[in-house]
Each structure stands twice: as structure tokens, then as C-alpha cells.
């Protein structure tokens, strides 16, 4: 068991670890390494889902409705072990956007607080490091690259979570994505005003992260024929010798 508090030194030390965590693949591949990084990369997804199921099954008294996958980094999560796996366009983008913006969001204003099992700890700061891992490894080392109307694409996926979740939320009397009312812990929503207000402020605030994070491949979009292609051609920075065509 070890007591969290955010904000802490204990804090800190977690957020230099998921640093480490992101930062380590992508050292890899600058190295030469493309493959191994691949690999330190990859299982990671895989384990983090793994802990998913684990803590609903370790759900001890709290009833089972409570303690669903739900959440928005929960469902990112899976987004992008699928982005990983297959490197589908719409997965990546979905992932790219809501992993970097939500799960940065995520460590730094986490939800976790008192005397808890290790283990869950190193799993919310683990799980959320892996989707940052997994999606700044398909966008720096593979070259994948977000299409034009990505920011209507998914500003539209978010609706239909919200819509959703909440419509979940009102019938089995849960809180996921926090539609219903704000974390217990202090948050970005608390600077955001009262219910429903701080849930249209997150959608704005969503845009525009997603339309700042699409800004620097925007120039990629423009030139580039093919819709549907995600990777860039041409020389890499990593691998050598590697053309992806339309």
C-alpha cells in the first residue's frame, strides 16, 4: 500500500517514471533501433487492457456498474492498441488526439488519491503512459499523420461518447466521463463552472486541443493527393529505405 497525494513528491516521482516510460521507445528508434522499439512499445497496450480486466474483476465491494471500462482513457486505451496493431487511420487520429490531450490531462490532475495497492497506481500512471507511448511511436517513428477533417471526425466521436455514456450514466446511476458531476479530486472542470456547463467548456476545450495538435501536419494535408494515406513518403528519419505509396 502506498499513500497518494497529488501534487506531492510521490506525484512527481510517478510523472518522471511515465516519462521515462513515453520517452525511452523514441530514444530507441533515434538510435537506430526502430524494431526494438516496436517491441518495448508494443506489449505495453496489451498490458495496460490486461489491468483494465483485472480491476474489474478485483472490484471487491464496489458494485460491478461502477467500475466498467468507461471512462474516456479506458475506451482510448483500446483505440489505440487497435491504432497500433492494424494502423488505422481513424484509430490513430482518434488516439492521437484524445491520448495526447486526455491522458497528459490524465497524469497530471489525476483522480487517485489516498492509501492504495500499489499496483493500481503504477497501473493509472502506466495505462496512460502507454497510450502517449503508442501514439508518439506511430506518429514520430512510423509517420503516421492525422487526414483533413480530422477535427470534425473526432469532435464527432466525442458526441457520441457523451450521448452515450450519459445516457448509461442516467439509467445505471454512474459518473463516467464525468457528465454527471466533477471528480473528487482538483481538475481542470473545477475552473470550468457548474453542471452542464463545464461538460460544453471541455467539448470547446477538446476542439481546440485536437485543432492544435492536427496544426502541425496541416501543411502535410494540404499537399498530399491521396485521402486516405496516413504515412508520409519518402525518406525516414528512423528507417532507411522505406516508401509507403497511396
Known sequence: M?????????????????????????????????????????????????????????????????????????????????????????????????????????????????????????????????????????AVVERLRPRPGTVRRVMAVLALYAVAIGSFNALAGTNYGYLCHKPQQPSLLDYLGPWPWYILAVGLIAALCCWLLVLPFRRHQTHHSCPTAVVVTGAHPYRRHRRHSC
Open 2 to 138: 502506498e499513500v497518494f497525494v497529488p501534487w506531492t513528491p510521490a506525484h512527481f516521482r510517478w510523472l518522471a517514471i511515465s516519462a521515462l516510460f513515453v520517452g525511452l521507445p523514441l530514444l530507441v528508434a533515434r538510435c537506430g533501433s526502430p524494431r526494438l522499439a516496436q517491441w518495448i512499445v508494443g506489449p505495453r497496450p496489451v498490458g495496460s487492457a490486461s489491468g483494465a480486466i483485472i480491476l474489474v474483476t478485483e472490484r471487491g465491494t464496489t458494485e460491478w456498474v461502477h467500475v466498467l471500462p468507461l471512462h474516456l482513457c479506458d475506451l482510448v486505451l483500446v483505440v489505440a492498441l487497435v491504432a497500433f496493431l492494424s494502423r488505422h487511420p481513424l484509430a490513430f487520429e482518434l488516439a492521437y488526439c484524445f491520448g495526447i490531450a486526455g491522458s497528459t490531462q490524465a497524469v497530471l490532475t489525476p483522480d487517485i488519491a489516498g492509501q492504495l495497492p500499489l499496483w493500481r497506481i503504477a497501473y493509472f500512471f502506466g495505462a496512460h503512459a502507454a497510450v502517449i507511448a503508442a501514439v508518439l511511436y506511430l
